[in-house]
């Protein structure tokens, strides 16, 4: 079974609005987190946004938050006021539990958005 | 943004020959990794490194070594390159164990 689910291949949105990017996990491990990544055409992976499992609120980090639906496993990014330079590949990806093997990232297939005026 | 360098940064090579590629940080942070990225795979985690010559195997690691034997580099070696190993290789460094995790620019490699 596929940890991360990204179900939207590609998107679209209006410059200035908002987009959500749909993200699921699978795990049975109570203790874990989850992370946003972005890739524009140039290639480099820029980290986004973090959401630990324990975290009790859902995390920002300014036009970027992550909607947090722990019984549903989902881990949705949402950006606000979308800009041209938001046009890129989007991956979600989830670290399983425990300590003393790593922070081994599992990543989805990625969502690839695009900005339109 | 963090000092991450990987060399080379594209290479085209032979089937059965060795390639060595390296990841170099000035960020004197513990964990290093080696993701490879394909189309409709995302990345894939293939080695990472907890400590100088501590290392382990990701989820795709057959046909890769590493060697870490010092904490500012990362080695990824291909024994005996073979076409499907054509990718683009991601080096990512992390200070903590459970945060996140930042990656260099990439290195595009072409088996033949």
């Known amino acids: 079974a596929q940890k991360i689910t990204q179900t939207q291949p590609g998107m679209f949105v209006q410059e200035k609005e908002a987009v959500t990017l749909d993200c699921t996990y699978d795990?049975?491990?109570?203790?874990?987190?989850l992370f946003w990544y972005k890739q524009p055409s140039s290639g480099e992976m820029i980290f986004l946004i973090y959401q630990g499992s324990y975290d009790q609120q859902n995390a920002t980090e300014g036009r970027y938050s992550l909607n947090f639906q722990k019984a549903r496993k989902s881990a949705n990014l949402v950006i606000s006021a979308s800009q041209l330079g938001d046009s890129a590949m989007y991956f979600c990806a989830m670290r399983e539990g425990i300590t003393g093997g790593g922070n081994k990232l599992t990543f989805g297939t990625g969502t690839q958005l695009k900005v339109e005026l | 943004d963090a000092g991450i360098t990987q060399s080379p940064r594209h290479k085209v090579t032979e089937t059965g020959t060795p390639v060595t590629l390296r990841c170099h940080q000035t960020e004197n942070h513990r964990y290093m990794y080696w993701y490879r990225q394909d189309p409709g795979h995302g990345l894939r985690l293939i080695h990472y490194s907890y400590g100088v010559k501590d290392t382990d195997k990701g989820e795709v690691s057959d046909g890769y070594s590493v060697s870490r034997s010092k904490t500012e580099d990362f080695l990824l070696t291909l024994e005996s390159a073979t076409s499907s190993q054509t990718s683009v290789y991601f080096c990512a460094i992390s200070p903590l164990e459970d945060r996140e995790q930042f990656f260099g620019p990439g290195t595009r490699l072409t088996v033949l």
């Open positions: 795990t049975s491990d109570p203790s874990y987190g």
